[in-house]
């Protein structure tokens, strides 16, 4: 033995475990709140950021819908006599369901009607989403003004005001049902 520590042979004293040291709970408690904090944030932002693309893809599917329908309604309020079949044509063409099958069935009147027209310019004032549909379509209020100018040189400007129904058929919108309302 050492002479420095000199031990008795009978003495416990080899055998003694060093005297245990206080423990330490402020380390795994901050690293405890850590993780909790650092998933709550991430928890927080996953979900923030699926709401701000669920409202992303909502816009982009309002203006595409509000755009087709303002474009159809200018098309459909500005009458071109010279191109009557055209006319009818086009607007078959952008519709579908219960719209098609009344517009096929009277486009002949249709056609008699636009060629024996005076020159039509159509324009939307408004156009506003009232709802969406269980079955992905949209409810639109446009309202539009039609000028047609007389033969005379006068010019008459008129008011309407419809309801359409755009039904995405397809990577295409297309108009269900399109009613004037009064």
Known sequence: MSPRHKVEPDSKELFR???PQPRRWVLPLVAG???V???AAVTVSALLLVKRETQRENAIRDVAVLSFVRGFVTQYASLD???ANDYADGILAQGTGDF???FQARKNEIVIQVARAEPTRGTVQAVGIERWNRDGSADVVVAATTKTTMPDGKTIESGSR???TATKEGAQWKISSFKQVI
Do not use: D, R, S, Y
């Open 100 to 102: 098609a099958k009344q």
């Open 81 to 83: 006599p010279f191109h």
């Open 17 to 19: 475990l060093p005297e």
């Open 37 to 39: 904090v650092i998933i």
């Open 33 to 35: 709140l850590a993780a």
């Open 162 to 164: 419809w309801l359409a």
